[in-house]
Nanobody, 123 residues
Framework: QVQLVESGGGLVQVGGSLRLSCAASGRTFSNYGMGWFRRAPGKEREFVARISRSGGTTDYADSVKGRFTISRDNAKSTVYLQMSSLKPEDTAVYYC????????????????WGQGIQVTVSS
């Protein structure tokens, strides 16, 4: 399996921006579709965004569409989540995940997960 390590989280004010990074190691990164998920306090884990192996296809949850952008750099084995216009409801632990097969919105499709990183949006 590929190993994943997230970075870039922290505390930000409403309306601010953050960029999360997820560095992969252990396998050929370009063979994996990638996704971002999040878990807010007291809530279930939810899909945020996904990106195909080549980066040519992306998909977003309605709650973040137009504010978040997922991208990847296969040469650096890294996937990014640029978050803008942040809202208090974006506060959560964010996880990146890798799928060797079809990459969709279901967490069950992903084989490897990072440890998660906290994002807190203060009002």
């Amino acid at each position: 399996q590929v190993q994943l390590v997230e970075s870039g989280g922290g505390l930000v004010q409403v309306g601010g921006s953050l960029r999360l990074s997820c560095a992969a190691s252990g396998r050929t990164f370009s063979n994996y579709g990638m996704g971002w998920f999040r878990r807010a306090p007291g809530k279930e884990r939810e899909f945020v965004a996904r990106i195909s192996r080549s980066g040519g296809t992306t998909d977003y949850a309605d709650s973040v569409k137009g504010r978040f952008t997922i991208s990847r750099d296969n040469a650096k084995s890294t996937v990014y989540l640029q978050m803008s216009s942040l809202k208090p409801e974006d506060t959560a632990v964010y996880y990146c995940a890798a799928s060797i097969s079809y990459v969709g919105r279901s967490a069950a499709l992903y084989n490897s997960w990072g440890q998660g990183i906290q994002v807190t949006v203060s009002s």
